[in-house]
């Protein structure tokens, strides 16, 4: 049977939930499709689910781990009546109002929801490396986020992969902590922009292993070192780092929105900034889906509430 509903939440990390939590409390009776896990790394309750402390999360001043703050954001949602249904949309159409909405394999019926506005906050992946036991060592050594990490690796030698912007980045600001950065680049000349090809270069406690990819992580219960490869010698080595920060890039989860909202050339849903509206009215984007800048779990929250205000005054506009 077709649900209805005002709002629909596609995605559960901070961006969905915040949104829930306000829309809810507006009394708009959202209801969240929050995801499933799968073996391709989705995961209700976004990319926090995957880390351990989180110590720049604004209210809690001895940190708090990754999914225990995520469930905190959940159950304060469902506190307001928020309607979670743990399961994937697969197929959506925005081509009229109401929108429909498809969870499941068979999208071939009728719509499984059907609603007023939606908010997408299906969230973005960092891209991994894909070596054995990279997903258990996230949040032992392995990192794809230097803002959030980078204080845990104060005065230890560390490496970062990665030839683009992102890994200069995180290069640089993690010698604020590290005694030594080993960027790992698989060719020999960077992607990055001049500046920060510049800045890195020009770093004293930076150094560079040019034509080289990691193989294979070491250590058992956390990172103890990384086994890296030159692809033009083939010659091996153990680089002894206790963090890796994986800086390849990232991918919004978009697939099911291609052709019905506008993104960009990376796949990114364009918001009208500074708003969540998106090139469908009464669809709203919050959350790293549309954010390649900042990234972090606050200013994902915050977006989530831009979202749920937005759809809010929207709804009151043009449906009530
Ligand atoms: P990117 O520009 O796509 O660079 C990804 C880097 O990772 C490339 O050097 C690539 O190598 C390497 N790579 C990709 N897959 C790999 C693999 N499987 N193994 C090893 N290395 C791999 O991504 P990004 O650096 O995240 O930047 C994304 C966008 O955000 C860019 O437009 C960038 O300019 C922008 N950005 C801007 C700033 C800033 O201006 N402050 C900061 C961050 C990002 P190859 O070079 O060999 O392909």
């Not at 209801?31 to 391709?40: C, D, H, K, Q």
């Not at 640089?172 to 990055?192: G, P, Q």
């Not at 560079?208 to 091996?236: H, I, K, M, P």
Request: charged share 20%.
């Amino acid at each position: 049977m077709t649900k209805k509903s005002d709002v629909l939440i596609i995605g559960s990390g901070p961006a969905g939930l915040t949104a829930a939590i306000y829309t809810a409390r507006a009394s708009l009776d959202p209801v969240m499709l929050e995801g499933e896990p799968s073996s391709t790394g989705d995961q209700p309750g976004g990319q926090l689910m995957l880390t351990t402390e989180v110590e720049n999360f604004p209210g809690f001043p001895s940190g708090i781990m990754g999914p225990e703050l995520m469930s905190s954001f959940r159950k304060q949602a469902e506190r307001f009546g928020t309607d979670i249904e743990t399961v994937k949309a697969t197929k959506v159409d925005f081509s009229e109002r109401p929108f429909k909405v498809w969870v499941g394999s068979d999208t071939s019926g009728a719509p499984t929801h059907i609603s007023e506005s939606v908010i997408v906050s299906t969230g973005a992946k960092a891209l991994m490396l894909g070596l054995d036991r990279e997903t258990e060592l996230i949040g032992k050594g392995v990192s794809t986020c230097a803002t959030c990490d980078g204080f845990f690796f104060k005065d230890q030698e560390i490496a970062v992969v990665g030839g683009g912007d992102s890994a200069m980045e995180e290069a640089s600001f993690l010698t604020k902590f590290a005694s030594k950065v080993t960027i790992i680049h698989r060719r020999d000349s960077l992607r990055a922009s001049k500046i920060m090809q510049d800045r890195a270069l020009n770093n004293p406690k930076i150094e560079f292993l040019w034509n080289s990819e990691v193989v294979s992580y070491e250590g058992d219960a956390a990172l103890e070192g990384v086994t890296v490869r030159n692809n033009q010698t083939d010659e091996s080595q153990v680089l002894p780092v206790t963090g890796l920060f994986v800086a390849i890039g990232h991918k919004p989860n978009t697939t099911i929105f291609e052709g019905q909202l506008d993104t960009d050339e990376e796949g990114y849903i364009v918001t009208k900034s500074p708003s969540s509206y998106t090139s469908v009215e009464g669809v709203f984007a919050c959350g790293d889906v549309q954010d390649k800048t900042y990234r972090q779990a606050i200013t994902a929250s915050g977006s989530g509430c831009v979202a749920a205000i937005d759809a809010e005054r929207w709804l009151e506009a043009n449906v009530h």
